[in-house]
């Protein structure tokens, strides 16, 4: 019941972003309904639809999880999307230094591995890499507003052009393969392949990239709402976003919450590197990132920064994502710039409504007299 | 002047205003009393315009006027000031107040001839408020006077001020009851809405009382008594004055040396304080807000930075001076802080995560889990609840949906529940009803007979004489006295109070 009442909004502001683009789309000159139906029906059929779908929505689920907990401890994390450049890289060079020797379909070797380890061991490891050092780079900005009071929209920002830069020279400088036009570092190891989920669930075509990052997703979800409705880490991170003054009188230490909020934000974003980099492209490919961090905060903030919302806003997102590539390719005149019309709408209607409710409310802007 | 007749609103399942009679007299201070939802707000709001009734009229000057809207109310003359002003901060005094009415032509808004107006209007009613002030230059009492500035300016001669006080120093408040009285002499007429009785006896000329939505009397303040009030109000007896035996100190609990505070933000810090409470007896601090109070709790609570803090606090023999808060409450010092809202609360979260703050940590879940006890946690709450009459007695509740005496009932229930051996307590009936003020006084004097100690400040007078077995007296940051508060007069703590020498 409360739940519903929760996603009522969200749902009447996707009901109305639908309208809007239905009357943007009439304008352009097409018809509404073939184009929602292309959108959809791209979207959300068996197997296809729904394997690129989930494919699209699985780094969506983490960095809105990333920018829900940062959130839920009065934080703006704007910088998921440098925390999963850095651990996306970091995880391909775990995958490359510890995934042996790959050779190219010539037969040629192009990694450069130093020791071989099993997938058993390999899987996990990367996966830790990319949850410790998004987690790393999300600690910093933490550390500097508890430190200094540095306020964290800027300095994640900041970093987010450190990261990409960052990456970028040792992508091509130190670990692209010779002669390689592109961007990119050379492929991991076959150790550090996250399966998809077509290998071994029968039915499902291999074909389709979605993969166990998925489900590592769905564990995340399930594990965030463990750590800030049911422990007392998450009830501190959450009495330090409520009210940081009334945490403190809870002897909470404020500080060590806001490092300890962003170092957890910064591995949820990490995470992305499991679907991307180990489940996916298998090697880090620069600029991989469709502005996933960015995305992350519409994500949070249509999934009211709790876990279900973010899964259901992800989803929706991930959607939309696929459906605009269809309806770019075969309607009349609409490209896929409606996608972001649509999402646009979403948010705007969205965050209309938080503007007279929550922490960043009005009344931060139009300040009441002290009393 | 104003009459309401037969007014009734309700909202949703509530019935927010049943049937009532209001009738105001031209050139009168009138105020309206009652407890919490007892509907006072709401029948203002009706004759503003701010919400429409279900059913009844008002009347103007006699005449049945329809007041769908401020808009309406302000043309027949009536002005509001709410609880919480309507300002903004970065605008000067004279752009606040014609914010809406802004005179010259739409292009250019003559400022000058506005601040002239201005100047004119604080002049007659002896407001001394600067037309060209910044507004957050303002201290919360002037800033109120440029709310009834605003009033004025809109040729208002009937002005509603909601809880007008609850947020002045008693000096303030003898200053704003000078202004009041001013603007009676000049013929204007004022509704003033409260629930402090001495305010009622000392500014009014008729009194309206209401419970649970409905007038349930009309007094002339002349002829009338606090006790008579209260027992309208409240619908029962009431006692006003705390019962409570004599105490019987055991040894020192906290003993303060030479603590000083550097002055905080909007404070006056601490200089060399040195005083002690003993286990079983209620020592008060009595004083002027904004005078060091707010330091000493605070710095005894711990939440002072350090490095703002020299001298030595002792606490069971132990020193504490520098101890964090943590720490603190784990050796048993409990804290009902002054501002519920700020520190007492999270008002988003309900009744069972708020009836665990602090405490969080350890209890009820024995164990070294991180994991919450939710059931623990929950009959936690129910018991809190139920030992301190905390309504609507739901757990499940945001605390933001309680009444402020029911979320002071659930903060001071929270902190005995720790079993404190010192408890510091400040303002535990700001804003509260009179019914709970009652009610929270007795478990205090309750905890007291129990062996703990207790630190309590308030601005009320009246509850640290009543309540405290000694009173210390703070001005300027520094204990000037102590007094004994059976034999002490208001007088004497007054002029301690404001720097005076002690007869």
Redesign the interface.
């Known amino acids: 019941m409360k739940l519903l009442r929760e996603l009522l909004f969200p749902l009447v502001a996707v009901a109305f972003a639908f309208l809007v683009g239905g009357i943007v789309v009439v304008l352009i000159g097409d018809n509404p309904f073939e184009v929602y139906g292309l959108l959809l029906g791209s979207a959300l059929t068996w197997p296809d639809g729904i394997g690129y779908t989930l494919f699209y929505a699985t780094p969506l689920i983490f960095t809105g999880l990333a920018v829900a907990v940062a959130f839920r401890c009065g934080l703006l994390n704007i910088g998921a999307e440098g925390q999963l450049y850095v651990a996306a890289f970091a995880t391909a060079w775990v995958g490359i230094k510890f995934g042996g020797t790959v050779v190219d379909v010539f037969g040629k070797p192009v990694g450069y591995g130093w020791v071989t380890l099993p997938a058993l061991l390999l899987v996990p490891l990367a996966i830790l890499t990319a949850v410790v050092v998004g987690a790393a780079w999300g600690a910093i900005p933490g550390w500097l507003k508890a430190r200094f009071g540095a306020h964290e929209v800027i300095t994640t920002i900041m970093l987010n052009f450190i990261a990409v830069a960052l990456v970028s020279y040792f992508t091509q400088y130190f670990y692209k393969a010779p002669g390689d036009p592109i961007m990119q570092t050379v492929p991991v190891g076959p150790g550090a392949h996250v399966p998809r989920l077509g290998a071994f669930i029968p039915g499902i075509p291999e074909r389709l990239p979605v993969s166990v990052a998925f489900l590592v997703a769905i564990a995340a979800c399930a594990l965030v709402y463990v750590l800030l409705w ?4 998450g ?2 991170i ?2 330090t976003g ?2 940081p ?9 404020t500080r060590k919450q806001i490092v300890l909020a962003m170092a957890i934000s910064g591995g949820l974003a990490g995470m992305v590197a499991i679907s991307e980099v180990l489940g996916y492209r298998h090697r880090y490919y620069d600029g991989f990132s469709a502005n996933y961090g960015f995305t992350g905060i519409a994500v949070a903030l249509l999934g009211r920064n709790h876990p279900v919302g973010v899964f259901l806003a992800a989803l929706l997102f991930g959607t939309l994502i696929r459906g605009g590539i269809f309806v770019d390719a075969f309607s009349e005149h609409v490209t896929k710039d409606l996608v972001e019309v649509l999402q646009a709408i979403v948010i705007l209607f969205v965050a209309a409504e938080a503007l007279f409710r929550g922490p960043f409310g009005r009344f931060g802007l ?6 | 002047m104003l009459e309401l007749r037969d007014i009734t609103k309700r909202f949703g399942d509530v019935l927010a205003n049943d049937n009532i009679n209001i009738r105001v007299e031209p050139g009168t201070i009138h105020a309206i009393v009652g407890e919490n939802g007892a509907g006072k707000s709401t029948a203002m709001r009706i004759a503003y315009g701010f919400y429409t009734a279900d059913s009844g009229e008002i009347l103007l000057d006699g005449e049945v006027r329809a007041v769908q809207t401020p808009h309406d109310a302000i043309r027949h003359g009536v002005g509001m000031v709410h609880q ?6 970065t605008m000067t005094v004279a752009e606040n107040i014609v914010l809406g009415a802004e005179p010259g032509s739409a292009a250019a808004i003559d400022l000058r001839k506005a601040a002239e107006e201005i100047r004119a209007l604080s002049d007659e009613f002896k407001l001394s408020v600067e037309p060209n002030a910044p ?1 957050e230059s303002l201290s ?1 009492g002037q ?1 109120q006077r440029v709310e009834l500035l605003k009033a004025l300016y809109r040729r208002a001669r009937l002005l509603i001020l909601d809880e007008p006080t609850a ?1 002045l120093t008693p000096q303030e408040v003898e200053e704003f009851f000078a202004i009041l009285r001013r603007m009676r002499q000049q013929g204007k007429t004022v509704v003033i809405i409260t629930h402090k009785l001495s305010e009622v006896l000392a500014i009014s000329d008729d009194v309206t009382v209401m419970r649970d939505g409905k007038v349930v009397g009309r007094v002339r303040t002349a002829e009338t008594s606090a006790e008579e009030l209260a027992r309208l109000m409240v619908g029962r007896e009431v006692l006003l004055r705390v019962e409570k035996a004599e105490a019987r100190a055991g040894g020192e609990v906290l003993k303060v040396r030479g603590l000083t505070v550097s002055v905080g933000e909007g404070g006056r810090g601490l200089r060399d304080v040195s005083f002690a409470v003993r286990a079983g007896e209620i020592v008060g601090v009595a004083g002027v807000e904004g005078n060091g109070q707010t330091e000493l709790i605070e710095t005894l ?3 002072t930075p350090a490095s703002h803090i020299s001298g030595a606090v002792q606490f069971e023999g132990r020193n504490i001076t520098h101890a ?6 784990e050796l048993g010092i409990a ?1 009902v ?1 002054e501002d519920r809202h ?8 309900d009744l069972a ?1 708020n009836s ?6 350890r209890r009820p ?1 024995v164990s070294t889990s ?3 006890d ?1 059931e623990g946690i929950r009959s936690r709450a129910l018991g809190v609840i139920r030992d301190f009459d905390v309504r609507p007695a739901n757990p499940d509740l945001p605390a933001r949906a309680l009444s402020g005496g029911n979320q002071q009932k659930l903060i001071i229930g929270r902190e005995f529940e720790l079993k404190p051996k010192l408890l510091l307590v400040s303002q535990p009936t700001r804003g509260v009803d009179i019914g709970a003020i009652e009610f929270i006084h007795r478990k205090l004097v309750a905890l007291r007979d129990s062996g703990c100690a207790v630190l309590l400040v308030s601005a009320e007078l009246e509850e640290v004489t009543s309540l405290a077995d000694r009173l210390l007296v703070i001005y300027h940051g520094r204990i000037v006295g102590e007094v004994d508060p059976k034999t002490t007069s208001h007088e004497e703590i007054g002029l301690l109070m404001t720097g005076g020498e002690r007869k």
């Not at chain 2, 919480?84 to 901060?89: A, E, R």
């Open positions: 049911r422990t007392k880490w009830y501190e959450r009495a409520a009210n003054s009334a945490a403190e009188y809870g002897g909470i230490s139009l300040k009441r007299s002290k009393v | 919480h002003f309507m300002l903004v901060d507004v919360v800033q947020v609570a711990g939440l964090a808060a943590r720490q603190r409450r804290h802080p700020r520190r007492g609360l999270l008002l988003d979260f995560e665990i703050l602090g405490d969080h940590y879940a991180p994991l919450l939710l």
